[in-house]
Nanobody, 115 residues
């Protein structure tokens, strides 16, 4: 089982930036896909961004050009750089990884964009 620890959430003004981190530990299985999801109050959890083993990335349309996902395989860590944040980006952000033994989720970190 892979355990995930997220950090980097917080309160930021519109137009500001935050960087989320998610460190994986536990299972020795290779991690193939790392990603970030978010869930706003009263809404379903949605995919924000994914990064595959070879570095290919995928983004939901609403964050393209503003968010950047990256990974450090040696540190088993995935990052989400969020720029030009908008109030509609407010949500709990969850880290997600897919590995040989299954799927794991982080505990979530709150991102609030408000003036």
């Amino acid at each position: 089982q892979v355990q995930l620890v997220e950090s980097g959430g917080g309160l930021v003004q519109p137009g500001g930036s935050l960087r989320l981190s998610c460190a994986a530990s536990g299972s020795s299985f290779d991690i193939s896909i790392m990603g970030w999801y978010r869930q706003a109050p009263g809404k379903q959890r949605e995919l924000v961004a994914r990064i595959f083993g070879a570095g290919r990335t995928l983004y939901v349309d609403s964050v393209k050009g503003r968010f950047t996902i990256s990974r450090d395989n040696a540190k088993r860590t995935v990052y989400l750089q969020m720029n030009s944040l908008k109030p509609e980006d407010t949500a709990v952000y969850y880290c997600n990884v897919v590995y040989g033994g299954g799927v794991s989720w982080g505990q979530g970190t709150q991102v609030t964009v408000s003036s």
